[in-house]
């Protein structure tokens, strides 16, 4: 996955990433996340196009009500900043 993206990212300089992470995520640990996209060699110049939230849930984050309320204004934000001007 790690290669697809960063070469997707690097042929499509526009392509905004939202990454969501459980901190009881069993399945997707999101050390593993962060681990993955700090070593996929992605170019300096596109780090700022990748974004990540965390929430005090597991792997279904959006079944626990504080982090689905935190994910939706996450997610409201990423769209309106992956927006063009």
């Known amino acids: ?3 697809t993206l960063r070469k997707a990212m690097s042929i499509n300089r526009y392509l905004k990433v939202f ?3 459980g ?3 069993l399945a997707t640990p999101y050390f593993a996340t962060r681990y993955t996209f ?3 060699a992605l170019d300096e110049s596109l780090r700022d196009n990748v974004s990540m939230g965390f929430y005090e849930a597991g792997h279904m984050m959006y ?3 504080p982090s689905l309320e935190k994910l939706k204004g996450d997610l ?3 769209v309106q900043s992956a927006l063009p001007e």
């Open 63 to 65: 079944i626990h009500l």
């Open 1 to 3: 996955m790690a290669e």
């Open 23 to 25: 901190y009881y995520d």
């Open 76 to 78: 409201a934000q990423f």
């Open 38 to 40: 700090d070593h996929m």
């Open 19 to 21: 990454v969501g992470n």
